[in-house]
């Protein structure tokens, strides 16, 4: 794997795997499971395969010998229990590769196959597994040449493409981009915003907030709405790049002349049983690719542009600069608190913001509050904002922990902020993280979002039964209320030994008093964690 460009791993060691610490006291880098660890993965591979994330995951077998036939052979009582009829099964559904490596001889050509997989469009995780006997065959050492197992090259639109998309939207009266991964490259911000600048009125929705794909700062973001906005119901043409869920057909949709263009590296959504877009066209093509070769059509188109074009425009991004200060106005005025001193989640994030350093790296895990979370933060620096783009709860602690690494690694060590639910915090397991937190130095800042309660189930049933019973139940008779409210920054100080900031905020002033301390304790090497008692 090292020689295949793999630079760090995660280890969850088992009675697999005396090879791998061998290997490892050698100083030699694996990254094992077995079936019972294989199953734990549950949420994370989910997570991973509808975020695209590439990770390739490696678990060991039970061994296939009884008598001691090979070095490698059953030593314990697990081998038996924990030996299935296909293991890879588990999480197949969700790997773009699986494989078994059933001799050591070629385990490097089975590792960069599995690369390729993960690290090419679209991306995610792969799985190889292998059995103990395997691991532990002695083999001549080899070479492999990492050029050989270089991803596949990214796609681009065919001209034709090109061609009929621009023209759509330089001739159309309300354009609209509406995108959800696109950020997952750092270049696409940049190319998206030279697009919507080359076209004055194209606006931009996220519908997905998974990533920072537009910045917020710019007049033509509609910010993160969860499939459901006006600008959908009154574009003529939108283009729908990386994106799953554009919009929720019950709740909103386009008009039904608009035209639609997806481009996507995955537009068929293969993944899933039911999906489909109502859109004249759609292309498989990168987004960096599709959106530089959009800008240089239009800037020639532009050359050559009407003055009537030229006024059309200029009106039209009045209108949305005006729309954009008023929509800010509302978000403004969200940072209040409460007349009694209580903070809102709004409030509470826009307090984070300011005290957090600008560069900071937010991962959120927000649900129900998600939407507030991202009108406050107004995030503008790519890879600066990571959401999960699955349905899994609970892996925003080991996420934070994983880019405060990655950071370090880049040698830019940022600043990492996890903004969770109370529900989410206790789904993360916290006695892991905050342990782990502590054990290798990895420094975070978390704030609990704590509304005593988990009110997702409750705004599913009011989608479906509006004026039903649940409407007129409350937390507890519907049995989402968290009472009595956990110490969350307990649970987590205890885990790490005493070694964290710890600190509950319930009015504004404390929120005010306790934010300086809990960034200056995360900025001195020592993680924090604040509950803050939301309304």
Same mark, same amino acid.
């Given at each position: 794997m090292e020689q295949l460009g793999v630079e760090n791993c995660f280890v969850n060691l088992g009675s697999d795997h005396p090879s791998i610490l061998e290997a490892m006291v050698k100083g030699t880098k694996?990254?094992?499971?077995?079936?019972?660890?294989?199953?734990?993965?549950?949420?994370?591979?989910?997570?991973? %395969?509808? &975020?695209?994330?590439?990770?390739?995951? *490696?678990?060991?077998?039970?061994? *296939?010998?009884?008598? #001691?036939?090979?070095?490698?052979?059953?030593?314990?009582?697990?081998?038996?229990?924990? /030996?299935?009829?296909? $293991?890879? $099964?588990?999480?197949?559904?969700?790997?773009?590769?699986?494989?078994?490596?059933? %001799?050591?001889?070629?385990?490097?050509?089975m590792v960069g196959r599995a690369l390729q997989f993960a690290m090419s469009d679209p991306k995610g995780p792969v799985y190889l597994m292998g059995a103990r006997e395997v691991m532990e065959e002695e083999i001549t050492p080899y070479e492999l040449n990492k050029e050989h197992w270089d991803p596949v090259v990214p796609i681009a639109l065919h001209q034709p493409a090109v061609r009929n998309i621009?023209?759509?939207?330089?001739?159309?009266?309300? =354009?609209?981009?509406?995108?959800?991964? %696109?950020?997952?490259?750092?270049?696409?911000?940049?190319?998206?915003?030279?697009?919507? !600048? +080359?076209?004055?009125?194209?606006?931009?929705?996220?519908? +997905? #907030?998974?990533?920072m794909c537009f910045p917020a700062d710019h007049p033509a973001y509609l910010g993160?709405?969860? &499939?459901?906005?006006?600008?959908?119901?009154?574009?003529?043409?939108?283009?729908?790049?990386?994106? /799953?869920v554009p919009w929720i057909n019950t709740q909103c949709h386009p008009n039904a002349r608009a035209k639609i263009f997806h481009i996507d590296v995955d537009p068929l959504k293969q993944q899933m049983p039911v999906f489909y877009l109502n859109a004249i066209a759609r292309y498989k093509a990168q987004s960096g690719v599709a959106?530089?070769?959009?800008?240089?059509?239009?800037?020639?188109?532009?050359?050559?542009s009407s003055e009537l074009m030229e006024a059309r425009f200029e009106d039209r991004a009045q209108?949305?600069?005006?729309?954009?200060?008023?929509?800010? +106005?509302?978000?403004?005025?969200?940072?209040?608190?409460?007349?009694?001193?209580?903070?809102?989640?709004?409030?509470?994030?826009?307090?984070?913001?300011? +005290?957090? =350093?600008?560069?900071?790296?937010?991962?959120i895990e927000a649900v129900t509050n998600t939407v507030f979370v991202a009108d406050q933060i107004q995030a503008t620096i790519p890879?600066?904002?990571? !959401?999960?783009?699955?349905?899994?709860?609970?892996? %925003?602690?080991?996420?934070?922990?994983?880019?405060?690494?990655?950071?370090? /690694?880049?040698?830019?060590?940022?600043?990492?902020?996890?903004?969770?639910?109370?529900?989410t915090f206790l789904f993360s397991v916290p006695g892991s993280v905050y342990w782990i937190s502590q054990r290798y130095k990895i420094p975070v800042l978390t704030i609990v979002l704590n509304n005593k309660g988990w009110h997702a189930p409750r705004r599913s049933a009011l989608l479906v039964h509006p004026d039903g019973y649940t409407s007129k139940a409350t937390n507890e008779e519907l049995n989402i209320e968290f009472a009595p409210s956990p110490d969350y920054a307990g649970i987590a100080k205890a885990a790490a030994a005493g070694n964290l900031w710890a600190e509950r905020a319930s009015t504004f002033e404390e929120l005010e008093r306790l934010l300086p301390k809990a960034v200056e304790a995360v900025k001195s090497g020592i993680g924090a964690v604040l509950d803050a008692h939301i309304l």
């Open positions: 694996e990254t094992p499971k077995n079936e019972k660890g294989t199953q734990g993965l549950g949420a994370a591979v989910h997570n991973a %395969s509808c &975020g695209r994330v590439p990770v390739l995951i *490696f678990a060991g077998l039970s061994p *296939f010998t009884i008598e #001691g036939e090979s070095r490698g052979s059953r030593t314990e009582y697990i081998h038996w229990i924990q /030996d299935v009829p296909d $293991q890879k $099964q588990i999480v197949s559904q969700y790997c773009r590769y699986t494989g078994e490596i059933k %001799s050591a001889k070629n385990v490097k050509q621009g023209l759509a939207l330089l001739e159309a009266t309300a =354009p609209l981009v509406i995108t959800g991964y %696109s950020g997952r490259l750092p270049e696409a911000p940049t190319k998206l915003v030279q697009l919507v !600048n +080359a076209i004055p009125g194209l606006r931009v929705l996220d519908t +997905a #907030g998974s990533d993160l709405r969860y &499939g459901v906005d006006d600008s959908i119901r009154t574009a003529d043409v939108i283009l729908v790049i990386d994106c /799953d959106l530089e070769q959009l800008n240089e059509f239009i800037a020639m188109q532009r050359r050559d209108k949305m600069r005006a729309s954009y200060e008023e929509r800010l +106005a509302s978000v403004a005025e969200l940072k209040r608190p409460a007349s009694d001193g209580r903070f809102s989640s709004s409030c509470l994030t826009a307090a984070v913001r300011r +005290a957090v =350093p600008k560069d900071t790296i937010f991962i890879h600066s904002w990571f !959401n999960c783009g699955g349905g899994g709860l609970g892996w %925003s602690g080991g996420a934070a922990l994983g880019v405060k690494l990655a950071t370090k /690694d880049m040698e830019e060590d940022r600043f990492v902020c996890q903004i969770v639910g109370d529900g």
